[in-house]
């Protein structure tokens, strides 16, 4: 990776902010899910980040984002690597960012053997491996274009120590999702200093029993992923704690519950223990649908 020493201009831009993190622009035809982005960027929120498993092509979609918009962040949290070679996907880069201002982040991930295998119909083998192979083709692309000379600003998705390592060697930072403020100073350690940008799910108000439902709702899928139960191990948690939706024990952290000002205590506690960015995701009432008057209410007290 060329200059690994420094930190993107685009990064660097994020240090400090809160964004958010969202599914939700998937719920709305294509045409007009860059409504979402503009929304967030009028509220002042520093970047959006969305995933790529069932929904939207990562990169597709980053463009429709883009285009609505003019200066919000749009970033992959993460584009799937088994869903497009490194050429592709470097050279994607480059064409979103020179057209778009440098406003676009690449986040990239090895997915879960599930999105890998039965999905898209690629071996889940060595997935430490895979992601090296593939940051290290992703510096050899060529790219004869006028953009082929940029630099391509990525993170990757990290939980272990191996890939946090490869995240502090071959990328310019790692995006770490459900995770506790105790695996943001694991990574801050790991990655130098380098980019850390964190992920947190919140349920702003409401009571302790539909706080529960919505906790319980979006841990579902992800109880079932040996990645997930693996890091949340390391963290002191139990096969106890993995039944589907998770226990009342990891819903409480990893899902912040609360008014505006627990859930900036939490986007301190990141802070606090080494996250440059953290990224809230907001589980509403229904977890597919834009939750606008949350984030609404959010960002006067969140954003910087």
Request: aromatic content about 6%.
């Amino acid at each position: 990776m060329d200059d690994v020493s420094s930190i993107p201009a685009n990064l660097e831009a994020l240090r400090g902010t809160v964004g958010i993190w969202t599914t939700t622009h998937e719920s709305l035809p294509a045409s007009q899910s860059g409504e979402i982005a503009a929304e967030l960027e009028s509220l002042g929120y520093s970047a959006m980040w969305i995933p790529e498993a069932w929904g939207r092509e990562a990169f597709t979609s980053a463009g429709l984002l883009l285009s609505a918009t003019s200066t919000i962040t749009i970033a992959t949290g993460i584009a799937n690597i088994w869903g497009r070679d490194a050429v592709a996907a470097a050279n994607a880069a480059k064409t979103l960012n020179a057209a778009f201002g440098d406003r676009f982040v690449l986040g990239l991930g090895v997915s879960h053997q599930p999105l890998v295998e039965r999905l898209r119909g690629h071996d889940y083998v060595s997935p430490l491996h895979a992601m090296r192979e593939y940051l290290t083709a992703m510096d050899a692309a060529p790219m004869f274009a006028p953009e082929g000379d940029r630099r391509v600003a990525r993170v990757i998705a990290a939980l272990g120590p191996k890939m946090l390592e490869l995240g502090a060697t071959l990328a310019d930072g790692v995006h770490p999702y459900l995770v506790t403020p105790e695996h943001t100073a694991i990574a801050r350690a790991a990655v130098g200093d380098k980019f850390v940008g964190v992920e947190q799910a919140v349920v702003l108000g409401e009571t302790r029993e539909e706080f529960l439902a919505r906790a319980h709702a979006h841990l579902e899928i992800y109880t079932g992923l040996d990645n997930y139960r693996q890091s949340w191990r390391r963290l002191g948690f139990s096969d106890d704690d993995f039944v589907r939706g998770g226990s009342e024990r990891l819903c409480d952290a990893m899902v912040v519950h609360g008014d505006e000002s627990a859930i900036l205590a939490r986007v301190h506690e990141h802070r606090e223990a080494g996250a440059d960015h953290v990224c809230l995701q907001v589980l509403g009432a229904d977890l597919a649908a834009p939750p606008l008057a949350q984030w609404r209410r959010l960002a006067p007290v969140v954003v910087r």
